[in-house]
Structure formats: C-alpha cells, structure tokens
C-alpha cells in the first residue's frame, strides 16, 4: 500500500510526525509521501529537525516541503531540514501520486 499524506496546517505538525511514524509500521505499507504545505510548511524546517529526523530517516517516507509555501514565506533550502525534498507546486505532487495509486490522507 502507499500512502500520501498532506499537512497543510501549522497545528496538525505534532499529529502528522506521530501519524506518519505510526503509519510506516504497519507491514502491508510500502511507501509513503508527506507534502507538507501552506502552514504545514513549519514542520520541515531545521528547527524541527529533532522531530522531523525520525521520520527522515525511515526509508518508507520521503518528506516534501511545498515550493509555494516556501516562497510565501520567505524560506530557501538552507531552512529545510536535511533530507527534506522540494515539491514545486504541492498541488501536482498531490495529483501525481493520487494518479499513481497513493491513497490521500490529509491531517
């Protein structure tokens, strides 16, 4: 199974590093994509790193930080944390995966 999640909300952050840790446990769940977008972008930045690492460094989950949301609030790729890709437009990122047969779970 593959699973897409998108946090697009600065107080889902918490939820989303437990969520998604949990989620990449479970055996028949092969991959897993987390966009993180719009005020969820505060979740992938080197701040975060000591929560964000965890999930970094589970080779199920790839994490993605929204282009869009990086621009509207000023951030560059020195403020991601480590490991944390870039999704251009989270959007597309979002449909390319739901095309490709990722089920959608937004928090």
């Not at 989303?16 to 055996?27: F, H, R, T």
């Not at 965890?54 to 080779?59: R, V």
């Amino acid at each position: 199974m593959k699973i897409l999640f998108q946090i697009s909300e600065s107080e889902k952050i918490p939820l989303s590093y437990l969520a998604i840790s949990n989620m990449a446990k479970m055996n028949d769940v092969e991959d897993i994509v987390a966009v993180y977008s719009e005020t969820g972008i505060f979740g992938v930045l080197k701040s975060e790193s000591e929560n964000i690492n965890n999930l970094l460094g589970n080779h199920k989950i790839n994490v993605y930080a929204c282009g869009v949301a990086m621009k509207s609030n000023n951030l560059s790729d020195a403020d991601l944390a480590p490991g944390v890709k870039i999704a251009p437009v989270s959007f597309y990122e979002i449909a390319k995966r739901q095309k490709d047969g990722y089920i959608y779970l937004r928090l």
